[in-house]
């Protein structure tokens, strides 16, 4: 029903910058939650950033705080993910991910998922 397609990751220094972009395509709620989610080899996905398609609120792991931000184009159904000083523990494959998620920070309340891109940081 709705397919993502995660674009934009790569090797980056520590303190650097990356953005990621997340292209949504197929039936596409308004209503739905849009998901960052990353990770790690050897470690269970966590929680990066959410946004609602519809009124745009946000929400961030502690970890990302002041760091990252999300945003999204409803126009283009595309959502964003800017990265900045990155830390090498933030080196993950990054999902962007869709659905209902009324607890945004639970990855098995998005029902579509993107193929994932990796970033790696470097000390």
């Known amino acids: 029903q709705v397919q993502l397609v995660e674009s934009g990751g790569g090797l980056v220094q520590a303190g650097g910058s990356l953005r990621l972009s997340c292209a949504a395509s197929g039936r596409i709620f308004s209503s739905y939650t849009m998901g960052w989610f990353r990770q790690a080899p050897g470690k269970e996905r966590e929680f990066v950033a959410a946004?609602?398609?519809?009124?745009?609120?946000?929400s961030y792991a502690d970890s990302v705080k002041g760091r990252f931000t999300i945003s999204r184009d409803n126009v283009k159904t595309t959502v964003t993910l800017q990265m900045n000083s990155l830390k090498p523990e933030d080196t993950a494959v990054y999902y962007c991910?869709?659905?209902?998620?009324?607890?945004?920070?639970?990855?098995?309340?998005?029902?579509?998922w993107g193929q994932g891109t990796q970033v790696t940081v470097s000390s």
């Open positions: 946004i609602r398609w519809s009124g745009g609120s946000t």
């Open positions: 991910a869709t659905g209902r998620a009324t607890s945004y920070y639970l990855r098995e309340q998005y029902d579509y």
